[in-house]
Nanobody, 121 residues
Framework: QVQLVESGGGLVQAGGSLRLSCAASGSIFSINVMGWYRQAPGKQRELVATITSGGRTNYADSVKGRFTISRDNPKNTVYLQMNSLKPEDTAVYYC???????????????WGQGTLVTVSS
């Protein structure tokens, strides 16, 4: 069984910083893309950032220049460094991974349980 476990959410003032972590564990053969999505109250889930196993990144326009996604492949962990946070960044942040499991050998898309980020004005 494979799973994603997130950590690092919390309450921060506008202009502050937070770092989210997400570790994949279990019978993992390989992980292609890992990423972060968020869902604010009353809104749909949206892409924040993704990163491939080769380090190629993609960001939502709303977070470019403020958020940085990175990855530790040997640890199967993805990070999201969030700087210059704004109240509109308040949301539940979800980790996502596109991976291949060992047993059974198959492609799997996983979601983490979500971690709440609250930015106060």
């Amino acid at each position: 069984q494979v799973q994603l476990v997130e950590s690092g959410g919390g309450l921060v003032q506008a202009g502050g910083s937070l770092r989210l972590s997400c570790a994949a564990s279990g019978s993992i053969f390989s992980i292609n893309v890992m990423g972060w999505y968020r869902q604010a109250p009353g809104k749909q889930r949206e892409l924040v950032a993704t990163i491939t196993s080769g380090g190629r990144t993609n960001y939502a326009d709303s977070v470019k220049g403020r958020f940085t996604i990175s990855r530790d492949n040997p640890k199967n962990t993805v990070y999201l460094q969030m700087n210059s946070l704004k109240p509109e960044d308040t949301a539940v942040y979800y980790c996502n991974a596109d991976l291949v499991s060992h047993s059974p050998f198959r492609r799997v898309e996983l979601w983490g349980q979500g971690t709440l980020v609250t930015v106060s004005s």
